[in-house]
């Protein structure tokens, strides 16, 4: 079955840790995404790539970072310099560069920072 | 920029009522319209889309009809659920691989 995995579901981590967050597909789609999603706020965009080994910031990209090495995979690190990291976080990857094509999304990590 | 509105929730409504929920949206040029429907603790599923003026999206009794004389792409279905209760968002796409969304709208539907 093709699709977007996340993991883990759900991840605990302490204050001033670093922690990263995996997103794999196998779809081929060429973009990638991270969103942050908060209670009431919908989705931000925190980064973005069309190919690999390109990436763009979103509208939130400070305090996170991202690798593109490969097609398949875009993981997010949240990093100590994120000053409210406690969030849902929801990767999509989306086919080609046509504006008529939609998003796949994980199932998206729940980080909580204790 | 681009910019997506929607209703804001949560909207309750008893199970076989008529729904809408209103979005509207500014961009430039004509941009592709979706509808994603999220339930708890999941991610994010593609409800129905419209890629130019007049088409209409439809898709499990839900419809929207892309409004370019009034930026609009308001989703209705004749008569919800309890399993339709989620978070609906509204979506645009002008290209260059950037989505903007809506802020979401929380549909509670009652037996």
């Known amino acids: 079955d093709g699709g977007i995995t996340q993991s883990p579901k759900y991840l605990f981590r302490k204050e001033g840790q670093n922690v990263t967050l995996s997103c794999e597909q196998n779809?081929?789609?060429?973009?990638m995404y991270w969103y942050r999603q908060d209670p009431g706020q919908g989705l931000r965009l925190i980064y973005y790539s069309q190919i690999v080994n390109d990436f763009q910031k979103g509208d939130i990209a400070e305090g996170y970072s991202v690798s593109r090495e490969k097609k398949e995979s875009f993981p997010l690190t949240v990093t100590s310099a994120q000053k409210n990291p406690t969030a849902f976080y929801l990767c999509?990857?989306?086919?080609?560069?046509?504006?008529?094509?939609?998003?796949?999304f994980g199932p998206g990590t729940r980080l909580t920072v204790l | 920029g681009n910019s997506v509105t929607q209703m804001e929730g949560p909207v309750t409504l008893s199970e076989e009522a008529f729904l809408t929920i209103n979005c509207t949206y500014t961009a430039t040029g004509y941009p592709s319209l979706f509808w994603y429907v999220q339930y708890p603790g999941e991610g994010l599923q593609l409800l129905l889309k419209?890629?130019?003026?007049?088409d209409k999206g439809s898709n499990k009794g839900f419809e929207a009809t892309y409004r370019k004389e009034t930026t609009s792409f308001h989703l209705e279905k004749g008569s919800v659920q309890v399993s339709d209760s989620a978070v609906y968002f509204c979506a645009s796409s002008g290209g260059y691989q950037k989505v903007t969304f809506g802020t979401g709208t929380k549909l509670q539907v009652i037996p």
């Open positions: 779809l081929n789609h060429d973009a």
């Open positions: 999509a990857s989306r086919p080609g560069q046509g504006a008529d094509n939609e998003q796949f």
């Open positions: 419209a890629t130019k003026a007049d």
